[in-house]
């Protein structure tokens, strides 16, 4: 251990999880997407414009009791005290998807799925099109133009020829959007981890109360949360771009943000790991 240590200058690193092993094909992909979308930005008459007009969606599970993380159940002991204990698993603990769709400004549409039901094609495209009725109430300039991009992950349900006959007929566009990157979708690394950081050692009878909690605190936020997130998915495009198409979480890539956020929004990455 002192040749390894002290001579080899060795340490001892845990592995990283990713969501995948990623193939030199699909690094590239998500390279030059994330490229593309640079260029398509810098290119725009007016980059925070091009910001704004991204609506983002994605899908998550929230428990009725969300486990606090190691660091929140920490407890002071004195000398020779018996190790805090834990149970994973909690009983009665009940699970809900929620479908969250938000921009810059703000929630546009939260969408919860019913008991027994599950994300389809067909229950996708009710959910786009309560966005639809959303987004002609909420952001009506948005609409009559169509000058918004719809950005979502490449999950079957959101690729499917059902969805996509749909999103043509309504005449919208779609921001590009690279397969197997969770990472560069805005729900994933920032609203909900920070959703259910606020979740955490919280229980709720019902799964009702949960979704009136849930509402509660999305409403909360200030724009600037959803503002801040929106422009770190930009510095994201970056650093995977710098990364050569690699995950790239937990690395020191520096890049030079081309948005000054004010609370910076990727400090919910670590909360995401979990």
């Not at 001892?12 to 994330?34: D, M």
């Not at 640079?38 to 091009?50: A, G, I, M, R, V």
């Not at 159940?73 to 834990?86: D, E, F, G, M, Q």
């Not at 000054?260 to 990455?269: F, R, V, W």
Request: glycine share 2%.
């Amino acid at each position: 251990m002192c040749i390894v240590k002290k001579e080899l200058k060795l340490r001892r690193r845990a592995p990283k999880f990713i969501p995948t092993e990623l193939t030199e094909t699909q690094q590239e992909t998500r390279k030059e997407t994330c490229e593309d979308n640079l260029q398509t930005l810098c290119s725009s008459p007016d980059p925070e414009q091009f910001v704004n007009s991204i609506v983002t969606g994605d899908e998550t599970w929230l428990n009725t009791c969300e486990q606090d993380t190691k660091q929140q159940s920490s407890v002071w002991l004195p000398p020779n005290a018996p190790h805090p204990k834990k149970a994973l698993r909690i009983p009665g603990n009940k699970k809900v998807m929620l479908t969250l769709f938000c921009d810059a400004k703000g929630v546009i549409l939260m969408d919860w799925l019913q008991l027994k039901e599950k994300i389809d094609s067909t229950r996708y495209v009710e959910t786009l099109s309560k966005l639809k009725e959303n987004l002609h109430q909420k952001r009506p300039d948005l609409w009559k133009d169509r000058d918004f991009l719809l950005h979502h992950d490449n999950t079957s349900p959101h690729t499917s020829f059902e969805t996509t006959k749909k999103i043509q007929k309504w005449g919208l566009s779609l921001l590009p959007h690279p397969p197997n990157s969770p990472d560069l979708v805005p729900c994933n690394f920032g609203f909900f981890p920070k959703l259910k950081v606020a979740l955490r050692g919280k229980r709720f009878a019902t799964v009702a109360d949960l979704k009136l909690e849930v509402c509660k605190i999305l409403l909360s936020w200030d724009s600037s949360v959803f503002a801040n997130i929106m422009h770190d998915l930009v510095l994201h495009w970056q650093k995977c771009a710098a990364a050569e198409g690699a995950y790239f979480e937990g690395n020191n890539i520096v890049v030079d943000p081309l948005f000054e956020l004010t609370n910076h929004a990727s400090d919910t990455d670590s909360d995401s790991q979990d």
